[in-house]
């Protein structure tokens, strides 16, 4: 069993950063890549980033545009989400995922899934 619980969301104004967290628990060595995906109001769930837990692999969907950062602390076995620059359109509900393969986009490629944290960018 793996658990996933992210954390962080809230409604921040156009322009702000906020950074969003992803604990894992139980059996996560079954993982090999951590992902953040998002699913706006009336849209498909969207690729956003994903990080290896072991090696250095990233990947980023090209609308984050240098705005957001994955990283990961496996010694918390936390993997986050720095998103700067804010924009409307980044509203959305997040959700952390956890994938026994690597580098993959795709939701699904993905085993474990988290609750999600809203969101929400106002102008």
């Known amino acids: 069993q793996v658990q996933l619980v992210e954390s962080g969301g809230g409604l921040v104004q156009t322009g702000d ?4 967290s992803c604990a ?3 059996r996560t060595f079954s993982i090999y890549t951590m992902g953040w995906f ?6 498909e769930r969207e690729f956003v980033a994903a990080i290896t837990w072991s090696g ?4 980023y969907a090209d609308f984050v545009k240098g705005r ?16 700067n620059s804010l924009k409307p359109e980044d509203s959305a509900v997040y959700y952390c995922a956890g994938s026994r393969i ?5 939701p699904r490629w993905y085993d474990y899934w988290g609750q999600g944290t809203q ?5």
């Open 56 to 59: 250095y692999s990233i990947y």
């Open 102 to 106: 690597g580098g993959e986009t795709g």
């Open 119 to 123: 969101v929400t960018v106002s102008s």
């Open 68 to 83: 957001f950062t994955i990283s990961r602390d496996n010694a918390k076995n936390t993997v986050y989400l720095q998103m």
């Open 24 to 26: 894992a628990s139980g």
């Open 38 to 43: 998002r699913q706006a109001r009336g849209k």
């Open 17 to 20: 950063p906020l950074r969003l």
